[in-house]
């Protein structure tokens, strides 16, 4: 009889054991699940911050190539500076030469 009691009170206290270990597994499992929604809340939120972020730098990089472009076609090349040195050099020429100047009261040939 004592072998039939304690075989009892062993059995209660392995399905005790059993009920503790599987609410223990329960709990470490809903705390990797509150684990997993917080870290995917926090993921989200960096690739919206990338997102912007990537964003923003397009948009510089489109206007700074935009600034050159426009810079490159709207700028004067040495070909045009040299053709422009020369014609100002003759229109000062005839302007403040003696012989004709304007400032002189003659007049002014292009």
């Given amino acids: 009889m004592k072998e039939n009691k304690k075989t009892k009170t062993n059995k209660v ?3 005790d054991l059993a009920i503790m270990i599987g609410r223990g597994f329960e709990d470490v499992n809903n705390r ?6 917080r870290l995917s809340r926090k993921i989200d939120s960096l690739d919206n911050k990338i997102d912007a972020v ?3 730098l397009l948009r510089r990089i489109d206007g700074l190539s935009n600034r ?6 709207n700028r004067a090349t040495r070909e045009e500076l040299k053709i422009l040195s020369i ?3 003759k229109v000062e020429k005839k302007v403040f030469s003696t012989e004709g100047g304007a400032s002189l ?6």
Wanted: glycine content about 12%; overall charge negative.
């Fill in 54 to 56: 990537e964003e923003k």
């Fill in 105 to 110: 009261g003659g007049k002014v040939k292009f």
């Fill in 87 to 89: 014609r100002v050099e």
């Fill in 68 to 73: 050159i472009d426009d810079l490159s076609l």
């Fill in 32 to 37: 990797f699940g509150e684990l997993d929604s």
């Fill in 13 to 15: 206290s392995m399905d």
